[in-house]
């Protein structure tokens, strides 16, 4: 069946409640700023002092295996021809969120107000109108002039819909202001935030672009065919909506199945979503259900997750302290912690995976499970460890029936409000413990709900009904060590060491804990980081690559990086490749042609994002370091083109024509784009340390001054600017400076270091005593501490 044309594209809805915090850019002063920026979200940390390798052989474990595949490849049809076999499926999908995720702009399917009714909001005027049978806008564009837009599509149904912008060249975007269908109004989806033409957040910009951020996760079959020539679009799909095709793949096979009744495997269809094993439903699922980065122009049905994709692990920017969602993040990143998940349970246990509801009404899906004869009635789901009690009672809910508190959802789901009115459920099913949150600083279901009282006395009641569990001796919680972690405590290392020798700890939070590694180096977190090289979790095992690649130059953690180069998952290969870099143009010796595969498929990613900024910046990256000098500047170029906005490329192509002797040219165009944007940390950043290394010491620091001022809790620029002090000679401003950062950043190695140092090299030996034995209690074994 030919594709149906899509002609634009617009963000996400779901990945648009607050702007990726997409880099964190290090930058040391004096040296021109050569590292390759990460995948997707391009996060790229500092590197601790190198620890010498403990030789442990690193075999990479199989991970479950994609499904088999049909005997040829399976092309996709026109769904209409699954109701015949099918009709209970479709009818629960007729009207579901996923058939009505994405529709043309019509009459039947546009539930705004477009009676010429004006809107105002920060600081611009939006008027929704009706020309015949088509729909439009009249708002401001990026040019920050109002103009009339024709909206394309609608976007989701309930509790708001959005609207998608026709605005050129196949692009579709986001309007930033959406009708609420609950309480029929408009309203924006930034308050507050000063989002205007000028602001990344604003609906012309590219975070806000549909062909990328959104339409994947609202049509079947999609592909975004962004034309990096052109700077075009020519995004198609098989279907508006999420069809049957969009789970279950391609349907060609099947019906050749459905007529020859063929020995095709899984009946035609790639996978079975009824596997035993969990994991091939949840996967599916999480394709759109999580938050993470794409690896190419759509997905492989049959492939794992991350040969497609890239899963964020629980940052302190995405989750809660203890796993809870922060920042939109849907749904994967928080059940794959549960216990649910570790016991088997699948999407569809509880949800209805056609019309997208629940299974029963009120607690009747956790009752399946958590009910008097303590037993499952989930095939497939591991019920040992259920207790037989009546969950449903008041003696376990402790509020009366029918009150607010008496549903599971309130206190083991709680959740938050996404673009403006959307409330989503906390899927990690955690108990609360409103004595912990407080500790910790972390969202509790209790004391949330029973804000007009004081905490403390939320608390002692809580402790009079749990004093069995309260008494019950327990194994280090994940919170508590990774509070402690982060916060830079005595013992923090032993209790990140800890946690990452539990055979029970979840898989992302395990990962998580990977990328904390780093922070706290020594010979027993290098066997850890190199031990998990092999662990059945592709998740585990990238985020272990990049702390071995943290702990050791590449020379010495090539031989443990290497045989991960064939490992079975793309994602995995690609962050070895990009990671080991800089050692393989001089060899690799028998690894040589498994490197390259797995650089070209690296290089194949990018390219497959070119639409973006941040792909552009790092093929650019690739480029310089593969000797391919001459495609650099181009590239950084075009990614100011894709999205001026993205400071990274405008660093890094500063910095590039300084090297190449065209320094005049480099500071026009930073000083230009300092006057256009003066609270750009970034910025005033590279203007400081620019001036550094031209000798202009004096002159720099205002600059570095402020980038630390704009942005406190950087750690790169408050250590920048600790160090030019210091190397100015003023000292005492130094340590001042680092003193500072210390106490929003504990944990910070670095700046610890350094202020022992500067403490020692000035005389004051007792304040450096105190901050070393502060450290020895950290972490012992830091190599530094010899």
Same mark, same amino acid.
């Given at each position: 069946?030919?594709?149906?044309?899509?002609?634009?594209?617009?963000? +996400?809805?779901?990945?648009?409640?607050?702007?990726?915090?997409?880099?964190?850019?290090?930058? =040391?002063?004096?040296?021109?700023?050569?590292?390759?920026?990460?995948?997707?979200?391009?996060?790229?940390?500092?590197?601790?002092?190198?620890?010498?390798?403990?030789?442990?052989?690193?075999?990479?474990?199989?991970?479950?295996?994609?499904?088999?595949?049909?005997?040829?490849?399976?092309?996709?049809?026109?769904?209409?021809?699954?109701?015949?076999?099918?009709?209970?499926?479709?009818?629960?999908?007729?009207?579901?969120?996923?058939?009505?995720?994405?529709?043309?702009?019509?009459?039947?399917?546009?539930?705004?107000?477009?009676?010429?009714?004006?809107?105002?909001?920060?600081?611009?005027? =939006?008027?929704?109108?009706?020309?015949?049978?088509?729909?439009?806008?009249?708002?401001?564009?990026?040019?920050?002039?109002?103009?009339?837009?024709?909206?394309?599509?609608?976007?989701?149904?309930?509790?708001?819909?959005?609207?998608?912008?026709?605005?050129?060249?196949?692009?579709?975007?986001?309007?930033?202001?959406?009708?609420?269908?609950?309480?029929?109004?408009?309203?924006?989806?930034?308050?507050?935030?000063?989002?205007?033409?000028?602001?990344?957040?604003?609906?012309?910009?590219?975070?806000?672009?549909?062909?990328?951020?959104?339409?994947?996760?609202?049509?079947?079959?999609?592909?975004?065919?962004?034309?990096?020539?052109?700077?075009?679009?020519?995004?198609?799909?098989?279907?508006?909506?999420?069809?049957?095709?969009?789970?279950?793949?391609?349907?060609?096979?099947?019906?050749?199945?459905?007529?020859?009744?063929?020995?095709?495997?899984?009946?035609?269809?790639?996978?079975?979503?009824?596997?035993?094993?969990? =994991?091939?439903?949840?996967?599916?699922?999480?394709?759109?259900?999580?938050?993470?980065?794409?690896?190419?122009?759509?997905?492989?049905?049959?492939?794992?997750?991350?040969?497609?994709?890239?899963?964020?692990?629980?940052?302190?920017?995405?989750?809660?302290?203890?796993?809870?969602?922060?920042?939109?993040?849907?749904?994967?990143?928080?059940?794959?912690?549960?216990?649910?998940?570790?016991?088997?349970?699948?999407?569809? +246990?509880?949800?209805?995976?056609?019309?997208?509801?629940?299974?029963?009404?009120?607690?009747?899906?956790?009752?399946?499970?958590? +009910?008097?004869?303590?037993?499952?009635?989930?095939?497939?789901?591991?019920?040992?460890?259920?207790?037989?009690?009546?969950?449903?009672?008041?003696?376990? =809910?402790?509020?009366?029936?029918?009150?607010?508190?008496?549903?599971?959802?309130?206190?083991?789901?709680?959740?938050?409000?996404?673009?403006?009115?959307?409330?989503?459920?906390?899927?990690?099913?955690?108990?609360?413990?409103?004595?912990?949150?407080?500790?910790?600083?972390?969202?509790?279901?209790?004391?949330?709900?029973?804000?007009?009282?004081?905490?403390?006395?939320?608390?002692?009641?809580?402790?009079?009904?749990?004093?069995?569990?309260?008494?019950?001796?327990?194994?280090?919680?994940?919170?508590?060590?990774?509070?402690?972690?982060?916060?830079?405590?005595?013992?923090?290392?032993?209790?990140?060491?800890?946690?990452?020798?539990?055979?029970?700890?979840?898989?992302?939070?395990?990962?998580?804990?990977?990328?904390?590694?780093?922070?706290?180096?020594?010979?027993?977190?290098?066997?850890?980081?190199?031990?998990?090289?092999?662990?059945?979790?592709?998740?585990?095992?990238?985020?272990?690559?990049?702390?071995?690649?943290?702990?050791?130059?590449?020379?010495?953690?090539?031989?443990?990086?290497?045989?991960?180069?064939?490992?079975?998952?793309?994602?995995?290969?690609?962050?070895?490749?990009?990671?080991?870099?800089?050692?393989?143009?001089?060899?690799?010796?028998?690894?040589?042609?498994?490197?390259?595969?797995?650089?070209?498929?690296?290089?194949?990613?990018?390219?497959?994002?070119?639409?973006?900024?941040?792909?552009?910046?790092?093929?650019?990256?690739?480029?310089?370091?593969?000797?391919?000098?001459?495609?650099?500047?181009?590239?950084?170029?075009?990614?100011?083109?894709?999205?001026?906005?993205?400071?990274?490329?405008?660093?890094?192509?500063?910095?590039?024509?300084?090297?190449?002797?065209?320094?005049?040219?480099?500071?026009?165009?930073?000083?230009?784009?300092?006057?256009?944007?003066?609270?750009?940390?970034?910025?005033?950043?590279?203007?400081?340390?620019?001036?550094?290394?031209?000798?202009?010491?004096?002159?720099?620091?205002?600059?570095?001054?402020?980038?630390?001022?704009?942005?406190?809790?950087?750690?790169?620029?408050?250590?920048?600017?600790?160090?030019?002090?210091?190397?100015?000679?003023?000292?005492?401003?130094?340590?001042?400076?680092?003193?500072?950062?210390?106490?929003?950043?504990?944990?910070?190695? +670095?700046?610890?270091?350094?202020?022992?140092?500067?403490?020692?090299?000035?005389?004051?030996?007792?304040?450096?005593?105190?901050?070393?034995?502060?450290?020895?209690?950290?972490?012992?074994?830091?190599?530094?501490?010899?």
């Amino acid at each position: 069946m030919p594709k149906h044309k899509n002609n634009a594209a617009n963000p +996400n809805p779901d990945s648009q409640s607050n702007l990726i915090n997409r880099y964190l850019f290090p930058v =040391t002063i004096g040296i021109l700023l050569l590292a390759v920026a990460g995948i997707g979200w391009f996060l790229l940390s500092s590197q601790p002092t190198p620890v010498r390798p403990v030789p442990v052989s690193t075999p990479v474990a199989q991970p479950a295996k994609p499904q088999p595949v049909a005997s040829a490849p399976a092309k996709m049809v026109d769904e209409q021809q699954c109701q015949g076999c099918h009709s209970e499926q479709v009818k629960d999908w007729q009207g579901s969120h996923h058939q009505l995720a994405m529709q043309p702009a019509s009459a039947e399917t546009m539930l705004g107000d477009f009676k010429n009714v004006t809107f105002k909001a920060e600081k611009e005027t =939006t008027v929704f109108s009706r020309k015949g049978d088509e729909f439009w806008v009249n708002t401001p564009g990026i040019d920050g002039k109002n103009a009339d837009f024709k909206v394309a599509y609608t976007f989701g149904i309930a509790p708001l819909q959005q609207y998608l912008i026709e605005v050129g060249e196949g692009r579709l975007q986001a309007l930033g202001v959406a009708w609420d269908t609950e309480k029929h109004r408009w309203f924006h989806l930034y308050p507050g935030q000063g989002v205007n033409f000028k602001n990344p957040l604003h609906w012309s910009k590219p975070s806000q672009n549909a062909n990328f951020m959104c339409v994947e996760c609202h049509t079947t079959g999609y592909k975004r065919n962004f034309d990096a020539a052109k700077n075009t679009f020519d995004s198609q799909w098989n279907s508006l909506g999420v069809g049957c095709q969009a789970c279950h793949g391609p349907a060609s096979n099947h019906l050749e199945w459905t007529a020859k009744k063929t020995d095709l495997i899984h009946v035609g269809f790639a996978v079975d979503l009824k596997d035993k094993n969990a =994991t091939v439903e949840i996967e599916t699922c999480a394709r759109c259900h999580s938050r993470r980065a794409p690896l190419d122009d759509g997905f492989t049905v049959g492939n794992r997750l991350m040969d497609d994709y890239l899963p964020s692990p629980l940052t302190r920017e995405l989750y809660a302290l203890d796993g809870k969602i922060k920042d939109e993040v849907f749904e994967h990143g928080s059940f794959a912690q549960s216990k649910m998940f570790d016991k088997g349970v699948r999407c569809s +246990n509880c949800h209805n995976p056609h019309s997208t509801e629940l299974k029963a009404a009120g607690n009747g899906v956790c009752l399946q499970c958590h +009910n008097t004869a303590g037993k499952t009635t989930e095939e497939g789901v591991d019920g040992k460890g259920l207790q037989a009690k009546n969950y449903d009672s008041i003696e376990h =809910t402790r509020h009366a029936p029918g009150q607010p508190g008496s549903q599971c959802v309130d206190c083991h789901m709680p959740g938050k409000f996404y673009m403006g009115n959307d409330f989503r459920h906390d899927h990690s099913f955690s108990i609360p413990n409103p004595e912990r949150a407080q500790k910790l600083g972390t969202p509790d279901a209790c004391l949330t709900c029973h804000q007009g009282k004081a905490g403390d006395k939320v608390t002692e009641q809580f402790k009079l009904w749990n004093t069995v569990n309260a008494n019950a001796q327990q194994a280090p919680r994940y919170d508590e060590s990774l509070w402690s972690i982060r916060n830079g405590q005595p013992g923090a290392a032993q209790a990140l060491y800890e946690q990452l020798q539990r055979s029970n700890l979840p898989a992302i939070q395990r990962a998580t804990l990977l990328a904390e590694l780093p922070l706290y180096p020594s010979e027993q977190a290098l066997k850890l980081a190199t031990n998990d090289l092999k662990n059945p979790s592709p998740q585990v095992r990238e985020s272990a690559v990049h702390a071995i690649s943290a702990f050791l130059p590449p020379a010495e953690g090539a031989p443990l990086l290497t045989p991960l180069l064939k490992d079975p998952v793309k994602a995995v290969r690609i962050a070895v490749a990009r990671d080991l870099l800089s050692v393989a143009r001089n060899g690799l010796g028998n690894a040589q042609a498994p490197w390259n595969a797995a650089i070209a498929e690296y290089e194949a990613v990018q390219k497959s994002l070119a639409e973006r900024a941040e792909a552009n910046l790092n093929l650019a990256m690739l480029y310089q370091a593969s000797g391919r000098a001459g495609e650099v500047e181009g590239l950084l170029r075009t990614a100011l083109k894709r999205d001026p906005d993205f400071y990274p490329a405008l660093v890094t192509l500063v910095q590039w024509l300084e090297a190449n002797g065209r320094g005049p040219e480099a500071q026009a165009l930073l000083a230009q784009n300092l006057k256009e944007h003066p609270d750009a940390a970034l910025l005033q950043h590279t203007q400081g340390l620019s001036l550094v290394r031209a000798g202009k010491s004096d002159q720099a620091m205002p600059f570095l001054r402020k980038a630390a001022q704009l942005e406190p809790q950087s750690a790169q620029f408050g250590y920048v600017l600790a160090v030019a002090l210091h190397d100015s000679g003023k000292v005492d401003q130094a340590c001042e400076e680092l003193e500072r950062l210390l106490k929003v950043q504990p944990a910070n190695r +670095n700046a610890r270091l350094s202020l022992i140092q500067y403490y020692l090299d000035s005389g004051q030996e007792s304040k450096a005593q105190v901050l070393l034995q502060g450290w020895k209690k950290m972490n012992m074994g830091d190599p530094a501490l010899k």
